[in-house]
Antibody, heavy 121, light 111 residues
Framework: EVQLLESGGGLVQPGGSLRLSCAAS????????MTWVRQAPGKGLEWVSA????????YYADSVKGRFTISRDNSKNTLYLQMNSLRAEDTAVYYC??????????????WGQGTLVTVSS | QSVLTQPPSVSGAPGQRVTISCTGS?????????VHWYQQVPGTAPKLLIY???NRPSGVPDRFSGSKSGASASLAITGLQAEDEADYYC???????????FGGGTKLTVL
């Protein structure tokens, strides 16, 4: 059974940093691309970042480019999101998800339960 | 303003059929890129409902179906049930933004 478990969320001041983790199990982690998606309170879903399984190539939404860094440790089956220079508008539940490309665009097959990041003074 | 446009809300009585539209542009759905749909019950994580525009993952009832035409896609739900009350999101890839994009979400109310 595929399981994704996020951790690392919490309250941080504007300008601060936070690192999220996503522990994966139930599948061959290194073979799969992974992604982070966030949801601000009462708002819709927003894609944040993705990382390929093999090459480790990374991709970012313009809203976080230069501030967030996605990475993975395949030996630990863990995905990370390093978030720097945090802003109030980064306040959201952050979900990790397994990314699958079976057609002409990728979709997100399995999701974690999410971790809440609150940026406030 | 989301790249993919969905109606904010739809509603229907139990047993009825409802559709949710998702309108994109020439850099995403109109470019022939697949659309995917997710169901999110408030307070829970999204769940994949339809992938590659019209395919259902195992375990998703055949009451849910997806289609795509031109720069738009649709999710249809037949035989509405109270448990279908949730938020629904479409998602694709945008070649101009070089990243995945979501619709703003549609709240389905079962009357």
């Amino acid at each position: 059974e595929v399981q994704l478990l996020e951790s690392g969320g919490g309250l941080v001041q504007p300008g601060g940093s936070l690192r999220l983790s996503c522990a994966a199990s139930g599948f061959s982690f290194s073979n799969y691309a992974m992604t982070w998606v966030r949801q601000a309170p009462g708002k819709g879903l927003e894609w944040v970042s993705a990382i390929k399984g093999g090459s480790g190539n990374t991709y970012y939404a313009d809203s976080v480019k230069g501030r967030f860094t996605i990475s993975r440790d395949n030996s630990k089956n863990t995905l990370y999101l390093q978030m720097n220079s945090l802003r109030a508008e980064d306040t959201a539940v952050y979900y990790c998800a397994q990314r699958i490309k079976s057609g002409s665009s990728s979709h997100f097959d399995y999701w974690g339960q999410g971790t809440l990041v609150t940026v406030s003074s | 303003q989301s790249v993919l446009t969905q109606p904010p809300s739809v509603s229907g009585a139990p047993g009825q059929r409802v559709t949710i539209s998702c309108t994109g542009s020439s850099s995403n759905i109109g470019a022939g890129l697949d659309v995917h749909w997710y169901q999110q019950v408030p307070g829970t994580a999204p769940k994949l409902l339809i992938y590659d525009s019209s395919n259902r993952p195992s375990g998703v009832p055949d009451r849910f179906s997806g289609s795509k035409s031109g720069a738009s896609a649709s999710l249809a739900i037949t035989g509405l049930q109270a448990e279908d009350e949730a938020d629904y999101y479409c998602q694709s890839y945008d070649s101009s933004l070089t990243g995945s994009v979501f619709g703003g979400g549609t709240k389905l109310t079962v009357l």
